[in-house]
Structures are given as C-alpha cells and as structure tokens.
T-cell receptor, first 111, second 115 residues
Framework: KQEVTQIPAALSVPEGENLVLNCSFT??????LQWFRQDPGKGLTSLLL?????REQTSGRLNASLDKSSGRSTLYIAASQPGDSATYLC??????????FGTGTRLTIIP | EAQVTQNPRYLITVTGKKLTVTCSQN?????MSWYRQDPGLGLRQIYY???????DKGDVPEGYKVSRKEKRNFPLILESPSPNQTSLYFC??????????????FGPGTRLTVT
C-alpha cells in the first residue's frame, strides 16, 4: 500500500531559525511530490512541486528536496517568520490518478 | 485571477436531505477531483474526472455522486447525506493527471455538517 507519512504532527520553532519538515513515502516509484500550505479554515496553497527526475526545487526561503531511494522529501524553511505558521502537507503521485497525502505538520513560529 | 471556487463554503444540513456542492475552475483544466479531509486521516480522494463526461471513483466514493457536463464545473452530489459525511471538502483541478506531473490547484474548501 502506498502511504505518505509526516512526523512530527506539530512543531514549534523560535522566529528566525531555519527548520526542516519531513515527509516519507513507501513506494520509490514516485512520479512527483508536492508540498502545500494550509491556513486554518482555508484551502491548500501549492508551494513546490518536485518531479521524479529532480532532486530539489527552490522558491524564495523554501527549498524542497526529494530522495527516492530513501523514500524521503524535506521542506527547508530559512529564517522563519510568524507568517510561516500553518499546516504543511506533502502529497505524492505514484502514477495513478490521485495524490496521496500525508496528515501534515502543524508549524508554529514563536515571535 | 486563476482560481478554483466552491460553494457553499459552509453548510449545515440534516440526514437524508439531498445537497450539491459546486466547484468551478477558470484555468481550462482537464482534470478535476474531489477530496475530503478528516482529522488524523488526511485528504482522501472521493471522485475524479479526466475530462468532460469522464468520471471515476477515488478511494472513498460511497455516498457521493459527481457529474462533468462542462469542462469548468464538477459538482459533488450527496443524495442522502449521513452524519459520517460531516467533513471538510476540497475541489482541485490541474491541466492533466497528477500522475503525469501536473500541479494541483485547490479550492477554499466547504465545511459540511450533517446532523
């Protein structure tokens, strides 16, 4: 069964620190992996999409990596800000017609 | 502005009363999908559509119907809602299938409560 896991479920970090969010998946035959941000009561905003042929993608202070052999992706956030507080979800496509989602990591940046 | 819209955003209803949640996208996307989000379970796919008049079941289709008569619209229909369908629902769209590397765009969500 193809599964996506995010640990920890919640994380608190002082403002200004760099941090890493983790995402693991059970099937190395991954097509792509997408990171989303979800604010309370709102929809999902796509942050980064990594194709299976890529190792990383960057957007501003965000960097996402993909290691198929180890079944892991990480989202690195540099110089964290209170506005980064949200739930971060990763989702993988294994070649079928859907995304398989992790349950998310709720990030709190402490001013 | 490119977007996916859903209506209503919030809905409280009673068991057995048919309801429809609308979804519309203005990006000329071929692929559309419905997910439900429940605590501890993450997002799970209900139905998806590869194109007009083409729909298929996702992981949790029981109790739901969909239709795709036009490219831009993909309504979710609950013929006889039950309390276990209380959830947060998301519509999503993309140029093509997620399996082909297409980025998904999500609507703002519809919070449904069935009493």
């Amino acid at each position: 069964k193809q599964e996506v896991t995010q640990i920890p479920a919640a994380l608190s970090v002082p403002e200004g620190e760099n941090l890493v969010l983790n995402c693991s998946f059970t099937d190395s035959a991954i097509y792509n992996l997408q990171w989303f941000r979800q604010d309370p009561g709102k929809g999902l905003t796509s942050l980064l999409l990594i194709q299976s042929s890529q190792r990383e993608q960057t957007s501003g202070r965000l960097n996402a990596s993909l290691d198929k052999s180890s079944g892991r992706s990480t989202l690195y956030i540099a110089a964290s800000q209170p506005g980064d507080s949200a739930t971060y979800l990763c989702a993988a496509s294994f070649g079928n017609e859907k995304l398989t989602f992790g349950t998310g990591t709720r990030l709190t940046i402490i001013p | 502005e490119a977007q996916v819209t859903q209506n209503p955003r919030y809905l409280i209803t009673v068991t057995g009363k048919k309801l429809t949640v609308t979804c519309s996208q203005n990006m000329n996307h071929e692929y559309m999908s419905w997910y439900r989000q429940d605590p501890g379970l993450g997002l799970r796919q209900i139905y998806y559509s590869m194109n007009v008049e083409v729909t298929d079941k996702g992981d949790v289709p029981e109790g739901y119907k969909v239709s795709r008569k036009e490219k831009r619209n993909f309504p979710l229909i609950l013929e006889s809602p039950s309390p276990n369908q209380t959830s947060l629902y998301f519509c999503a769209s993309s140029l093509g299938s997620p399996g082909a590397g297409n980025e998904q765009y999500f609507g703002p969500g519809t919070r449904l409560t069935v009493t």
